[in-house]
């Protein structure tokens, strides 16, 4: 069964602590990206991967950390750096032309406690 | 000023009516149009996707791109109520490998 699996589905941070997400993809995309939602913000951009072993920074990457591996893998880190760490982050995967779409994982919720 | 402009809502109509979804865009270089739909808690799933101008219809869903205004709809004829979700507009440019801009996403609550 193709597609994106993000893990854990909820997790809980306490002040100071690095948290790592989990994508794992077996859909054979070269391309995956990390985005950060907010309610009523739409998605911001947070690091993406066009290839293993390159990375670049979105929009909003200060605060976290990634690495690309393995073509299947793209954790992301939110270091304690991150003030504001609360949001849903969702993994995407695109095939070689970014644009003709991106499939989506099912999504983290980060919550600061 | 954002790339791409999208009301946030929310958008509340009774069941069956005709539902109307809008971006407008700055970048005249935008030629790949998408609609994705995300149910609360879950990622976004692809629903319409459109290259350059025109009308591209699916079932109850018509998606329509008007290059020479930047503006791009999704209709939505008989509205159902499992099609209350959040709607994302998202475009890119003709290289292949630009990344996509997306919209803020409307909330949409369809009402039985």
């Known amino acids: 069964d193709g597609g994106i699996t993000q893990s854990p589905k909820y997790l809980f941070r306490k002040e100071g602590q690095n948290v790592t997400l989990s994508c794992e993809q077996n859909?054979?995309?070269?391309?995956m990206y990390w985005y950060r939602q907010d309610p009523g913000q739409g998605l911001r951009l947070i690091y993406y991967?066009?290839?293993?072993?390159?990375?670049q920074k979105g929009d909003i990457a200060e605060g976290y950390s990634v690495s690309r591996e393995k073509k299947e893998s793209f954790p992301l880190t939110v270091t304690s750096a991150q003030k504001n760490p609360t949001a849903f982050y969702l993994c995407a995967t695109s095939g070689q032309l970014m644009n003709y779409g991106y499939t989506f994982g099912s999504g983290t919720r980060l919550t600061v406690v | 000023q954002k790339e791409v402009e999208q009301d946030p809502g929310p958008l509340s109509v009774p069941e069956g009516a005709i539902v109307s979804l809008n971006c407008t865009y700055s970048n005249s270089a935008f030629q790949y149009f998408m609609w994705y739909r995300q149910y609360s808690r879950k990622g976004p799933e692809l629903l319409m996707y459109t290259y350059s101008s025109g009308n591209k219809e699916d079932g109850r869903f018509t998606a329509q791109v008007d290059k020479s205004s930047k503006y791009i709809s999704l209709f939505i004829r008989d509205s159902q109520p499992s099609d209350s979700a959040t709607y994302l507009c998202a475009m890119s440019g003709a290289q292949g490998a630009q990344k996509l801009v997306f919209g803020q996403g409307t909330r949409l609550t369809i009402n039985p």
């Open positions: 859909l054979n995309h070269d391309a």
């Open positions: 991967s066009q290839i293993v072993n390159d990375f």
